[in-house]
């Protein structure tokens, strides 16, 4: 079958930032020169002591580290706003949308923002915040979560943003993980016409993680909360304090914030960047990947509280300057245009979204995408999964008109920003592949042994050699960064994904390769949903595994073993459901649950998680090899038995 290929369209083609031979070109001086490369990059952001050194680095055991630009000198927040108010005071910075659509949205230019952050940044001050400190964020996407984020990052402070979805353990796990001194949250959240109970959910972590003294409550909602001794509202405190708040300088290396993220064992991570390089790769990522071109409006429709919108909503667009849209509701509430009209209302240019939201939208149909103009729109981006070519297809004909290029973009919270992406100008497409690697990304695919793969051929990604936006440690266990990603294959740093790369160089990413599922673009370790059920009095043990999903991509699937003798129930099922979702919160509810008398183990009690996996997926007949089983009766029964 003749290969499906998008070329560059004309008009791309002939006001790229970026074109093919230029990317080429990059490419190459990226990889002979990079010391001379990454500092001429980094004269993209404005240094209060411009660095003399680039990239420091080594991912061998005898002396591992990593540090780009180290002997610079800058303030991410006065990147991002001060250094705009010469030439774009009065540009819009942010666009709000607001959840329900017939209200209106709110406008802040970068003039307005610095006022907003600096204000943001004195009530931090003034509640006991300073360099260093950790201060965590538990917001709903309000635009007090850009002004609280930013606020972090001028007076120094280290911001542990924890996604609003998660329940109070999770909260007070990753407050206690960094030792958070303040916390700051809202009353309540609103997405999709429902509300969440934030300040309601803090004060049940906060019950747990002593670290904290100080809760400040920004009033989104006015829903009637609990105010404590400990808390403060927002609108209270900014009212006493001035609107300037001078930018603390900050070495390249300092850190600029933590974000917990899930892997394959134990608890989530705190995966730490810095301040220099990250700003550095946000600003270069959101530039190349998507032509970035100012006047443009840029929607990046992620929750801040994962790492797509820290450097897609905030950091990246906010570093070149760039209008960029925040959005606090759902793409398809009240109905499936509302994205759409989004689009159509702020006369959106780049929209980067998710394949699980498009899946979604695809279900309902073209009528409510046909319904709305999308003149505005000439660029598409997709992340946080692999994207179906069928999907692909319907974002590139139905939303895009067959007139937009589709930038599928491959990267991780660990890597900062987008690492293998087209670039509009520069790539030709093909629906389901992340295309080549940024000038800077050196990625290689390995066999199970470590040798690396050559030509058109599968096998583990991981990259080569270190780029600025790159993690530095996992926050308060450096031993645990590098032997999570750096002792599988020595010397490389491990992806966690598999990945084909076909005739042209072209890479295909086709998911994780450990035990980590990627649940509508979320990354959930399936140790930590194990530990959330066997929490429960009636399990005995537990073991989850990913199974394919037609809109989240991939759900979770469960086998349960319940203590001797109960024979559980449907209620239990629901039950334990429930308490999933309590326990971590409604991203980790368990899609299938199985009760199973028995797991699937080696003679020395390993589970093996490849035979579960076969049975989620229903592909029954080509089970492999069980002879290895301690006891091989226990998968007649759970083939018996599959859930769903
Ligand atoms: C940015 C983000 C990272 C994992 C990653 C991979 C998957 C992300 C992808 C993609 C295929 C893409 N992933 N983008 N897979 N194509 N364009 O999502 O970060 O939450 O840390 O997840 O997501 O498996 O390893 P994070």
Known sequence: MAEDVYPVPAEWQAEAGVDASAYEAMYKAARSDPDAFWLEQAGRLHWTKAPTKAGEWSFDEANFGIRWFADGTLNVAANCIDRHLAERADTVAIIWEPDAPDEEPKRFTYAQLHAEVCRFANVLKANGAKKGDRVTIYLPMIPEAAFAILACARIGAIHSVVFGGFSPDAIAGRIEDCDSTLVVTADEGRRGGKRVPLKANVDAAVARASSVNRVIVVKATGADVAIGERDRWYHEEAAKVAADCPAEPMNAED????????????????????????????????EL???????????????????????????????????????????????ASRIWQVVDRHQVHTLFTAPTALRALMKEGDAPVHATSRASLKLLGSVGEPIN??????????????????????????????????????????????????????????????????????????????????????????ERFFQTYFTTYPGKYFTGDGCRRDEDGYYWITGRVDDVINVSGHRMGTAEVESALVLHPRVAEAAVVGMPHD?????????????????????????????????????????ALQFAPGLPKTRSGKIMRRILRKIAEGEVSSLGDTSTLADPAVVDDLVANRAG
């Open 389 to 478: 070519p069928e999907a692909w297809r319907w974002y590139h004909d139905v939303a895009g008109d067959g007139r937009c290029p589709v930038v599928d973009a491959w990267w991780q919270t660990e890597t900062g920003g987008i690492m293998i992406a087209p670039l509009p100008g520069a790539t030709a497409l093909k629906p389901g592949s992340a295309t080549r690697p940024l000038p800077g990304v050196l990625p290689q695919l390995v066999d199970e042994k470590g040798e690396v793969l050559h030509g058109a051929t599968s096998g583990n990604l991981v990259i080569a050699g270190s780029w600025p936006g790159q993690m530095r440690t996992v926050w308060g266990d450096h």
């Open 289 to 335: 990947a998507f032509d970035y071109k100012p006047g443009t409006v840029f929607w990046c429709a992620a929750d801040v509280g994962w790492v797509t919108g820290h450097s897609y909503i905030l950091y990246g667009p906010l570093a070149n300057g760039a209008t960029t849209l925040m959005y606090e509701g759902l793409p398809n509430w009240p109905d």
């Open 255 to 286: 850190p600029l914030f933590i974000l917990y993220t899930s892997g394959s064992t134990g608890k989530p991570k705190g995966v730490l960047h810095t301040s220099g390089g990250y700003l550095l790769w946000a600003a270069y990522t959101h």
């Open 551 to 591: 809109v989240k991509g991939q759900g979770i699937y469960a086998y349960v073993t319940l203590n001797a003798g109960d024979e559980g129930s449907a209620e239990l099922r629901e039950e334990l459901r429930q308490h999933v979702r309590r326990e971590i919160g409604p991203i980790a509810t368990p899609d």
